[in-house]
């Protein structure tokens, strides 16, 4: 069963495992795009990472086929991957920098492959940026990892991606409550999902 956050609390994230999941695709447009790698960074409820971090890329090749060919193959290498994937994500709070995006791309990879799968709620890091630290040109994950030092380097790859990500959501936890711009914010604001079963994977 998902675990679930009672409305208003930020609370009901202490004790959580948490997934850190980044999308790579073919394209920002979830409607022409296609998934083309995925990297996944779960934590442990002490905030240190739990196990392996999940880094699938699908393999690149000079195109010999039709663009039907080539979505065929997208997706039936998707489809290989997805239950590993699908484990992975399960019963924990999943966060992504970009959160409808992830949760867009995701839905319509396990839709075209006939999984048995609802999407989780995926916090937004992105959404409690933009709360927590107001004021930034951009809330671009490059530019806050430069603005906030959330890791020594850009990031480089999808699972140095998440990792950054993760740090960002720390802080921003830590944050909501503790600042003027953050009082009274609560975890809803910053869900791409149907509020409630945060925890669904």
Known sequence: ??????PGLTQGVEGMAVTVVDIQASSFDAATG?????????????AGPSTLPFDW???VRPATGSLEDETRRQLDAFALVWPELSAYLAETLVVA????????????ATLAVDADWEPPSILCTRR?????FPGLDSYELGVLVAELVLAPEQPS???????????LFRRCIGRIGETDSAKGANLHGFISGPIGAVGRG
């Open 128 to 132: 409690m940026a933009r709360t927590v």
């Open 97 to 108: 920098h970009g959160a409808t995006r992830a949760r867009t791309f995701l839905r319509k």
């Open 1 to 6: 069963m998902p675990e679930l956050l009672e």
């Open 57 to 59: 890329r699908l393999l």
């Open 34 to 46: 296609a998934i083309t790698g995925i990297s996944a960074v779960r934590l442990a409820p002490d």
């Open 157 to 167: 790859g999808g699972a140095e991606r998440c990792s950054a990500v993760a740090e």
